[in-house]
């Protein structure tokens, strides 16, 4: 089984900015989500983690799994909000919030990084690293886990583009006779 984390709460997630690629660590709340995750996710045999470069994804990983190294992949990181990172969600320009109202029909501001590109490097990422049946941990953030999960479920219309997904939420999916399944969140050991 594959499991795919978003990280947990930081400072900046909790001040609603738009953190982008900055790197900014877990905050108190952000460390209680990702241990209530680790006990969510206990007792499942990882024999491997992979996690986006960024600080809040790695604590999260380490912390969900304690003992294995995790592996860092640039693949996993997130999103680049280009001249966009930093913004105060409650306050974002018109562009964006034209884009994050319709992420399927409004292409992402100059400057940031296109939806496709998310969907290609995360794909790439799982065709290469989990391709097995063991189970595996993936801890990474909102855009970039929205990306796996269109990957994963072509079918779905870009419907995940417009999903919420909280701090510490998990989804799994498997791999199984050379495919991957349709991926489900995943909220009960």
Known sequence: MIYIIRHGQTEMNHRGVLQGRSDHPLNAAGIAQAEEAASLLRGIPFSAVYTSPLTRALQTARIVAPGIVPMVDPRLVEMDYGPYEGADLRRLPPEVITFFRDFVH???PRGMEPLGEVVRRTGAFLEERC??????????????MKGILEYLTPDSNGAYWAKTIGNCAVYRTAYQDGAFAVPTEYREA
């Open 131 to 144: 391709r097995t049946e063991e189970d595996i941990l993936i801890s990474t953030h909102a855009i970039a």
């Open 106 to 108: 409004n292409p992402a």
